[in-house]
């Protein structure tokens, strides 16, 4: 059974998330603040963490932070802020999904399963390396190597990267990237696309991935140092 840390500080909406999580077959750990989310973590193997953004003693956001400085596991953030800034930051700390609230818990569910599934990774892609120039993108361990410099990758920024290098030289479409990767799991803004690319350039300290202004993005087949 796959296990859900819960970060909530509500009681009454940690059992609802609870009851629902078991219902739809997965163990949900609770935890009531930062502080007891991150030892929780650190006890224990925890499949994806759905933490709250307004916690007491440490927010979500800093909980994030803190668990992406060990751990590539699928995070999906809960807020009451919908604003486009605090969506932002929460791309920014490579979160997996962001969902506002009041948000309807079959649709939460089901974006739990398809963070989960993506994150399993398709069998056929283990051990599996894409080879472009200096760079090695390493399909079993989600990192990406430029000039001998490794860096890790989340989830969907593994996907980004590997849709971009396996389609050379064609130009994508924010939405051909959406329709691709996020398929029907996706409500929000497009321009979450754009979120992902800019971390991906910053890890990959290079200017490989080219904007076609107006259009999408695209492998700059023309440049390479090194």
């Given at each position: 059974?796959?296990?859900?840390?819960?970060?909530?500080?509500?009681?009454?909406?940690?059992?609802?998330?609870?009851?629902?999580?078991?219902?739809?077959?997965?163990?949900?750990?609770?935890?009531?603040?930062?502080?007891?989310?991150?030892?929780t973590f650190s006890a224990m193997?925890?499949?994806?963490?759905?933490?709250?953004?307004?916690?007491?003693?440490?927010?979500?956001?800093?909980?994030?932070?803190?668990?992406?400085?060990?751990?590539?596991?699928?995070?999906?953030?809960?807020?009451?802020?919908?604003?486009?800034?605090?969506?932002?930051?929460?791309?920014?700390?490579?979160?997996?999904?962001?969902?506002?609230?009041?948000?309807?818990?079959?649709?939460?569910?089901?974006?739990?399963?398809?963070?989960?599934?993506?994150?399993?990774?398709?069998?056929?892609?283990?051990?599996?390396?894409?080879?472009?120039?200096?760079?090695?993108?390493?399909?079993?361990?989600?990192?990406?190597?430029?000039?001998?410099?490794?860096?890790?990758?989340?989830?969907?920024?593994?996907?980004?990267?590997?849709?971009?290098?396996?389609?050379q030289g064609r130009i994508l479409?924010?939405?051909?990237?959406?329709?691709?990767?996020?398929?029907?799991?996706?409500?929000?803004?497009?321009?979450?696309?754009?979120?992902?690319?800019?971390?991906?350039?910053?890890?990959?300290?290079?200017?490989?991935?080219?904007?076609?202004?107006?259009?999408?993005?695209?492998?700059?087949?023309?440049?390479?140092?090194?």
């Open positions: 059974m796959q296990r859900i840390l819960v970060v909530e500080d509500d009681p009454d909406i940690q059992e609802l998330l609870k009851n629902f999580l078991q219902e739809a077959g997965y163990e949900g750990v609770l935890a009531g603040d930062g502080v007891e989310a991150l030892s193997q925890t499949d994806l963490v759905l933490p709250d953004v307004m916690l007491p003693k440490i927010d979500g956001f800093a909980v994030c932070e803190l668990i992406r400085k060990q751990s590539q596991v699928p995070v999906i953030m809960l807020t009451a802020l919908s604003g486009e800034k605090e969506q932002i930051r929460g791309l920014d700390l490579q979160v997996d999904d962001y969902i506002t609230k009041p948000f309807s818990m079959p649709i939460l569910i089901r974006k739990i399963a398809a963070v989960l599934r993506r994150s399993s990774g398709p069998k056929q892609d283990e051990h599996q390396t894409i080879i472009y120039r200096n760079l090695t993108l390493d399909c079993d361990n989600y990192t990406v190597t430029v000039n001998e410099v490794t860096s890790e990758l989340t989830q969907r920024e593994f996907e980004v990267l590997k849709e971009l290098l396996t389609n479409t924010r939405q051909n990237l959406l329709d691709r990767l996020w398929r029907y799991d996706f409500y929000g803004d497009e321009r979450v696309v754009d979120t992902h690319i800019k971390n991906l350039r910053k890890k990959l300290g290079i200017p490989l991935i080219q904007t076609i202004r107006g259009v999408g993005y695209k492998i700059d087949t023309e440049y390479w140092h090194g």
